[in-house]
């Protein structure tokens, strides 16, 4: 027996939701205070009813965004491409550190409100690591990437570095500098 599925929302339902999270998504990456869900609700050119109806508080529509830009991690890991599995992997690595501008911010505000042990961040870490795995595999099997590794320790590095307090130029050239310590050199 299967169970009943969600009711589909209407067609203009969906479209003030997408104008929700698009208006969201850019207040939220813009430098400066943070934005209050009126400001959202402002720019998104709903009603606070209508955005309170699709994220009853705050919380859930970080969760949200931040679930998007998992989402989109996890669908790059499935569509790395490269010539070598090193390379594949590298890719990969390129786009999380990228993603990391935009979800920096939204799982430092995740972990703050609940005090560090977010279900939302453990549930995304797992899946991202899931999704990744294959990919660090094959470049250690073929010999490009050092066997001592584990991927949740690179994706925490990269995190890390990504924190720093640099320009983003700096940083990026960080993160080669750990990418190159990755791989395996000839002893």
Known sequence: MSSPSAPARRADAERNRAKILAAARKAFAEPGDLPS??????RAGVGMATLYRNFPN????IAELYHAVVDDICHAAAAAEGDTPGEAFFGWLRR??????RKG??????SAEADGDSPVLNESRSRVIAAGEPLLAAAQRSGEVRA???????LDTVVAVAHMRHDLAV?????QVLFDGLRRTPA
């Open 171 to 175: 940083t990026d050239t960080m993160v």
């Open 96 to 101: 999380f550190h990228a993603a990391g501008a």
């Open 105 to 110: 911010p939204l799982a430092a505000l995740l």
């Open 37 to 42: 869900m009126a400001e959202i609700s402002r």
């Open 148 to 154: 001592d590794v584990s991927l949740g320790a690179v």
């Open 58 to 61: 705050r919380q859930d529509l």
